[in-house]
C-alpha cells in the first residue's frame, strides 16, 4: 500500500491506496496555509500514522508516500520551489515528511498527480495521456509513453498557457489571450457576467440568486431550462475549450484527453460539442481521432494520483 496527499490551500487531504489505486482509507485536515510549511508537514505524518493505525498495519509497511503539492515542484529532489497560497519556496517536503516518518517520498504538481489518477483506469490500454482540469484556472498534466512530461526544469505541462487569442484577454500569468483566460471556470463567470448585463431577463438571473452567486454552473442550468441568452455562453464556452483541445492534440496526437475540474461534472453536455468541434478542426483528417471523455474521479484523483507518483 502507499500514501497520497493531495496538499490544497484549504485542506490536506490523505488516503491509503492499493498497488492498483483503489483508496482504502483516507483523512483530512485544515491546512491553514498560513502557518510555517514544518507544521503542515507534521499533520501529514499525524494523519499517515491515524489512516496505518485505523488499518491495522505499522507505518514501515507504507512502501511509499507521494505528494500533490500545487506551484513548480523540483520533482528530482522533492522540493517545492514556489507556490503562491502556501510558505514553501524552496522547501524540501520530501526530506522532511521522510524525517518524520521514515518512508520514502516523491512530491509532484498536484495537477500531475490529478492525471496519474485519472489515468490509473487507462493504463494497461493507453500510452498517450492528457489530463485538462478546469477549475480557477486551467492545468494539466501530460503523459507520454506512460512517463510524466516534466520539461527539463520540471515546469513543462503548462497547457493553460496556450495562447489562443493574440491580444486577448488579460492571463494571471502576465500574457494576454492565453487558455486560461477563455476556458476556466473563472473565465466562464466572468463571461456569465456579461451575458447577464446585457440580458436583465435571462434565467441566469434566477438561478444565481438561488445559488447565492453567479458560479461555473449558472449558465449551464439556464441553458438547459431553454434560456437562449446561457445557451450562447455555453455554446461559446465549449468552442473555447475545444480550440485549446484541438491545440492539444495536433501537437501530441495523444490516444485520449480527458476533462477534469468541476465543470466536467456537466460530462456529455459540455464533452460532446468538444469532441464534435475537436474532430471538425484538428490537423489529423483521415487517421484515428483521439478520445475525449470527461474526469471520473474528480476530488479523489489527486490522492490515487499522488500514490501512483510514489508507485
Not at 159 to 171: D, K, L, R, S, Y
Request: aromatic content about 6%; some cysteine.
Amino acid at each position: 500500500m502507499y500514501i497520497g496527499i493531495d496538499l490544497g490551500g484549504t485542506n490536506i487531504a490523505v488516503g491509503l491506496v492499493s498497488e492498483d489505486g483503489k483508496i482504502i482509507r483516507q483523512a483530512s485536515t485544515p491546512t491553514l496555509n498560513e502557518r510555517e510549511a514544518i507544521e503542515i508537514v507534521k499533520d501529514m505524518a499525524m494523519l499517515i500514522e491515524k489512516l496505518a493505525k485505523e488499518e491495522g498495519i505499522a507505518v514501515s509497511d507504507i512502501k511509499g508516500v507521494g505528494i500533490g503539492s500545487p506551484g513548480s515542484i523540483d520533482f528530482d529532489n522533492g522540493i517545492v520551489v514556489y507556490t503562491n497560497n502556501l510558505k514553501m519556496d524552496m522547501f524540501p517536503i520530501a526530506d522532511e515528511l521522510n524525517k518524520l516518518t521514515g518512508l520514502r517520498v516523491a512530491v509532484d504538481n498536484d495537477a500531475n498527480c490529478a492525471a496519474m489518477g485519472e489515468y490509473v483506469e487507462y493504463e494497461d490500454k493507453v500510452k498517450d495521456f492528457i489530463f485538462v482540469t478546469l477549475g480557477t484556472g486551467v492545468g494539466g498534466g501530460v503523459i507520454l509513453d506512460k512517463k510524466m512530461l516534466h520539461g527539463f526544469n520540471g515546469a513543462g505541462g503548462e497547457v493553460g498557457h496556450i495562447v489562443i487569442e493574440m491580444n486577448g484577454e488579460q492571463c494571471t500569468c502576465g500574457r494576454k489571450g492565453c487558455w486560461e483566460a477563455y476556458a476556466s471556470v473563472t473565465a466562464l463567470i466572468r463571461d456569465t457576467k456579461r451575458a447577464m448585463e446585457k440580458n436583465p431577463t435571462s434565467l441566469m438571473h434566477e438561478f444565481a440568486k438561488k445559488e447565492g452567486a453567479v458560479t461555473g454552473r449558472t449558465s449551464f442550468d439556464a441553458a438547459k431550462a431553454g434560456d437562449k441568452a446561457a445557451q450562447e455562453v455555453v455554446n461559446q464556452y465549449a468552442i473555447y475549450v475545444a480550440e485549446g483541445i484541438t491545440n492539444l492534440v495536433n501537437i501530441f496526437q495523444p490516444e485520449m484527453i480527458c476533462i477534469g475540474g468541476g465543470i466536467s461534472r456537466e460530462g456529455e453536455y459540455l464533452v460532446g460539442p468538444v469532441r464534435e468541434y475537436v474532430n471538425k478542426n484538428d490537423y489529423n483528417k483521415h487517421m484515428k481521432k483521439t478520445e475525449i471523455v470527461s474526469a471520473k474521479l474528480f476530488n479523489d484523483a489527486g490522492i490515487i494520483g499522488a500514490a501512483m507518483v510514489a508507485r
